[in-house]
């Protein structure tokens, strides 16, 4: 029966079915009979749920190439671990270590520290990401589906948030001041400790995802 669903909504709502197929039948219905009048009201969600067409070619693109099937699925946790936990962090503590050093010769060299890393970190990020949704898709999963694909979006915001502050001179609403800057590294400093958090909540929600 055709239900009028683009090819990959379709398959997303195959897989949510999935697990009903035991009870095809009920009450001497065919389980597609029962979902009949259901799925004209959900299919406009199962489209917007589903991984976009041109997204699914691109995954099917990267698949023909020869990677490992241990890369596909171990590559994208693998490089974010490392991220997190060798860049990442480091660059979070020399950050503060900086804000809060008595020795201003020292702070400068620490601040410059994590102005490098955490440049870097946030440009890798972004590769990460789109490493992290290539292999969700070339895995059958929906991007929209994850919480941890979700999760990464706010991640990402937050960064560039932080580092739009930084770049901008810690300027906060053209308040060029030598109270506003103070004003600008402050919320710096506590929007950066809070993608952190964000950091580990998605890091926590990526070993979840990946244990299912």
Request: aromatic share 8%; with cysteine.
């Amino acid at each position: 029966m055709d239900f009028g669903l683009s090819p990959a909504a379709a398959g997303s709502f195959a897989c949510r079915v999935r697990p009903s197929v035991g009870v095809a039948l009920t009450a001497g219905k065919p389980l597609t009979m029962l979902l009949e009048p259901v799925v004209p009201a959900v299919a406009p969600l199962l489209e917007l749920a589903a991984n976009p067409a041109w997204l699914v070619k691109v995954g099917d693109a990267v698949g023909t190439l020869p990677f490992p099937p241990a890369v596909v699925k171990y590559g994208h946790p693998a490089l974010m671990g490392f991220m997190i936990l060798g860049m990442g962090t480091p660059g979070a503590v020399f950050g503060w270590l900086g804000r809060t050093n008595d020795d201003k010769v020292a702070g400068v060299k620490q601040k410059q520290l994590h102005e490098n890393i955490m440049l870097a970190f946030w440009l890798l990020a972004f590769a990460g990401a789109t490493g992290g949704i290539l292999s969700t898709v070339m895995q059958g999963k929906d991007i929209l589906q994850s919480p941890h694909a979700l999760s990464a979006g706010v991640v990402l915001a937050l960064l560039t948030a932080n580092a739009t502050i930084a770049y901008s001179g810690f300027t906060i609403g053209g308040d060029s001041t030598s109270a506003g800057r103070q004003q600008g590294r402050t919320l710096h400093a506590y929007l950066g400790a809070g993608t952190m958090v964000a950091l580990l909540v998605h890091g926590v929600l990526g070993v979840a995802n990946f244990g299912g």
